[in-house]
């Protein structure tokens, strides 16, 4: 765990009093929010907080009806996916959403399809490879047949390939064995601190998450109720009774509701 503030000028992304909605269903309510240049910041928060839509209006597959997102200075709110991958970002969804009829190998071209650097490809597959050896023995094998970490494995290699300067991750803990998720992470870091890739992360996995990750931001019903350093988020008493499973013996008898008017 790292324990960084950010600060205005080192911000690669920045949302600003970001709204979204499906349909008549408002998902995003005023988010604002700022992701340091070469950190991880994560987003915090329960089942249909509002998570994965943060992530799906930054990266195009959904439009704001409000507010500002900026990636490095410039406005790309309601920018086709394709350009907003063309200019950095990439994005892990949640699921993995590989392509299973195609074998590991295509699949990793397909993140590359914006690249014309044959030399350059070559060397991210020989880097992709190296934090994720399985992927290198089964590159000939339709990703469909592959274990559901095997999978998100590929699915982060796929966005490695698009040489991203934001990569942005969906729930990359979803489904695996608490072992599986560790080594996930531990990877995630790596990539952070080898490749130099900025990352937005989120997770309902908020231990792991907060070990990881320089900043935070607790979401809730579509509204930041909390951010902080990663360090400071662990010790507070909201974060540690809600999303780390801890309860002092002074909030026993609350109801959860009440609890959660403090933070507002």
């Not at 600003?16 to 909605?21: L, P």
């Not at 499906?22 to 309510?29: C, H, I, N």
């Not at 009829?101 to 992709?128: C, K, Q």
Request: with cysteine.
């Amino acid at each position: 765990m790292k324990d960084a503030e950010p600060r205005v000028g080192d911000n690669i992304l920045e949302l600003a009093n970001v709204e979204a909605s499906y349909g008549p269903v408002q998902a995003l309510r005023g988010v604002t929010l700022a992701v340091p240049k070469g950190k991880i910041v994560t987003v915090l928060g329960a089942n249909g907080a509002g998570k994965s839509t943060i992530l799906k209006t930054i990266s195009g597959i959904i439009d704001p009806s409000k507010g500002q997102i900026r990636f490095e200075g410039g406005e790309i709110q309601r920018r086709d996916p394709s350009w907003i991958v063309r200019h950095g970002i990439g994005h892990v969804p949640e699921g993995r959403e590989v392509f299973p009829l195609l074998t590991v190998d295509e699949n990793l071209r397909m993140g590359a399809y914006t690249r014309s650097d044959a030399a350059g490809i070559a060397s991210d597959l020989d880097m992709v490879y190296a934090y994720f050896p399985i992927l290198k023995e089964r590159f000939r094998q339709e990703a469909g047949l592959l274990s559901g970490g095997q999978q998100q494995m590929l699915a982060i290699s796929r966005a490695l390939l698009s040489r991203p300067k934001l990569m942005l991750m969906d729930e990359p803990s979803l489904g695996l064995s608490p072992l599986l998720t560790q080594e996930i992470f531990r990877i995630i870091g790596r990539i952070n601190k080898e490749q130099g890739t900025t990352i937005l992360l989120v997770e309902q996995n908020a231990n792991m998450a907060l070990e990881v990750a320089d900043y935070g931001y607790v979401l809730e019903v579509g509204r930041i109720v909390m951010e902080d350093t990663c360090k400071r988020l662990l010790e507070k008493e909201d974060v540690q009774e809600f999303y780390l499973g801890m309860k002092s013996q002074g909030v026993r008898g609350q109801r959860r509701w009440k609890k959660k008017k403090q933070w507002r």
